[in-house]
């Protein structure tokens, strides 16, 4: 089965053809994906309306691109998947209206995906380790991004607990909203990475800042970075704010906020009784959480599983691989057009 998938939830279009006929990585035919960050740069975060009109433009010549770099004719797509939720209402919709129109006219199912589902089988998709393969539930997945920060319990495909998340802002949110504080252009998340990493380079040992990991002080799974990203802003008010301070706040963010995901995976992988953990996100990009978490799992005889970089931020494969899974099960939905801007993936049924 060659599935078609589209990922409009915010403000990155992505398309992507994956074939179930073929394994592992090599079922990823082709794949493309258009950031809109130059255009809402200047607002110094996402405007819907506008990320809504790109996702118009550019979806149809997304399309074309990727079914050409897949050597395929869109009368050889046998089915559709798309982004249904949860994300701006307004984006959802393109990729759901274009979705099902394809489908409506090729007579082949579509059916809406979950995008934090997405992100979490984004790793099954490839076979990262030669020796063990891809990742089998149960396992443990931490959804990690600048919409969401979730520990869940996969218990099988479809099957998922909610363990902990974050009551305030996400990870992914926190390290953009503390760049802007220290005047970081938009999006400043991987900007604020590559400054820690500056400063650990420049001043190995321990750094000059050190923050607070939050509510690892007590028991439970749940997340908070607000306070931590309060305790940024006022060291960097009565700092000098020279560029050397600038890093130097940076990485002690950065390794705050990385401590705590370790933490708080490791108390999840014992709540669930796991070694596996998966996961995945735009976070799970970030060089220093993957080596903490893999010297983490392995210290516990276990593993963690990561999508390549360029497959932690949203995009079109995941998408076309969660629906081919599911496609596959014989789950499609009607014609109607229909999005979900808040899903609670729990709903979710098993495939």
Known sequence: MRVLGIETSCDETGV???????????????????????????????VPELASRDHVRKLLPLIRQTLAEAGLGLDEIDGVAYTAGPGLAGALLVGA?????????????????????????????????PIHGPPQAPFVALLVSGGHTQLVA???????????????DAAGEAFDKTAKMMGLPYPGGPQLAAL??????????????????????????????????TQVLLAWRDSDQSDTTRADIARGFEEAVVDTL?????????????????????????????ARLHAMAARRGGRACFPRPELCTDNGAMIAFAGALRLQAGQFEDAAVKVAPRWDMATLPKV
């Open 16 to 46: 992507a053809v994956y074939d179930t006929a073929l394994k592992g990585s090599q079922g990823l035919r082709a794949h493309a994906l258009y950031s809109q960050i130059a255009l809402h740069a200047e607002y110094g975060g996402v």
């Open 154 to 168: 996969v218990d099988a495909i479809g099957s998922y607990r909610l363990l902990g998340e974050t009551l305030d």
């Open 196 to 229: 820690a990493e500056q400063s650990l380079q420049a001043r190995p040992g321990a750094g000059a800042y050190k923050f607070s990991r939050p509510m690892t002080d007590r028991p439970g799974l749940d997340f908070s970075f607000s306070g931590l990203k």
């Open 97 to 129: 209206g274009v979705a099902r129109s394809l489908a409506w006219a090729l007579e082949v199912p579509a059916v809406g995906v979950h995008h934090m589902e997405g992100h979490l089988l984004a790793p099954l998709m490839e076979d990262p380790d």
């Open 262 to 290: 370790v933490i708080k995976c490791e108390r999840a992988l014992d709540a669930a009784g796991s070694d596996t953990l998966v996961v995945a996100g735009g976070v799970g990009a970030n060089k220093r959480l993957r």
